[in-house]
Nanobody
């Protein structure tokens, strides 16, 4: 069974940068569209960024966040710059196994458990 494991979170100060990673098990990763989402306290889970299976298409709702992937490493990344306390939350990656690029959470079939990011002011 394919698993997604996020890493790279932590406690940082406002203005800092972090790069999150999400590593997938199995051989099919290169066919998946991937997304990053955030669950903040008291808020609905929100879409942050997506990337197509080839990496040719990306979308991010936050200009400070950049998504990328390395299919040879089965890994997708989220580079986050100039972090603010409002970025605090659990960051989750998800896979859309048919390759469909979508912002809709319901379309993603596989989810990681998330990595905590806490930004202090």
């Amino acid at each position: 069974q394919v698993q997604l494991v996020e890493s790279g979170g932590g406690l940082v100060q406002a203005g800092d940068s972090l790069r999150l990673s999400c590593e997938a098990s199995g051989r099919a990763f290169k066919h998946y569209a991937m997304g990053w989402f955030r669950q903040s306290p008291g808020k609905e889970r929100e879409f942050l960024a997506l990337i197509s299976w080839s990496g040719a298409y990306t979308k991010s709702v936050e200009g400070r966040f950049t998504i990328s992937r390395n299919n040879s490493k089965n890994t997708v990344y989220l580079q986050m710059d100039n972090l603010t306390p409002e970025d605090t939350g659990v960051y989750l990656c998800a896979a859309e196994i048919t390759g469909l690029t979508t912002e809709l959470q319901s379309q993603y079939q596989l989810w990681g458990r998330g990595t905590q990011v806490t930004v202090s002011s």
